[in-house]
């Protein structure tokens, strides 16, 4: 029921930006953690950014000082701000919200956004 929908991906030169937004359903308190996951083709799907409800921020080592990950409560909304952009950042990203119930892990997952770095 929970649902998801990321916007904003597209294609873009190497050294460029973009900025992703995951809107949810229901206020993003409701989830221990938004975050950022990516997929590119023939590989594991790999987490890219997090955060939790008490604005906790984790990211993958390959981002860091590069993207950005932030919320907007009011919006119900998580970005992803994504500078100096690589061919390796070519991906699928998708949204995913975690709520924690009766002790085990719950996931949602949007739809994913299109990331294509290239010249």
């Known amino acids: 029921q929970v649902q998801l929908v990321e916007s904003g991906g597209g294609l873009v030169q190497p050294g460029g930006s973009l900025r992703l937004s995951c809107a949810a359903s229901?206020?993003?308190?409701?989830?221990?953690?938004m975050g950022w996951y990516r997929q590119a083709p023939g590989k594991q799907r790999e987490l890219v950014a997090s955060i939790t409800s008490g604005d906790s921020t984790n990211y993958a080592d390959f981002v860091k000082g590069r993207f950005t990950i932030s919320r907007d409560n009011a919006k119900n909304t998580v970005y992803l701000q994504m500078n100096s952009l690589k061919p390796e950042d070519t991906a699928v990203y998708y949204c995913?919200?975690?709520?924690?119930?009766?002790?085990?892990?719950?996931?949602?997952w949007g739809q994913g956004t299109q990331v294509t770095v290239s010249s």
């Open positions: 995913n919200a975690q709520r924690y119930r009766s002790g085990y892990r719950r996931d949602y």
């Open positions: 229901e206020s993003i308190f409701s989830f221990y953690a």
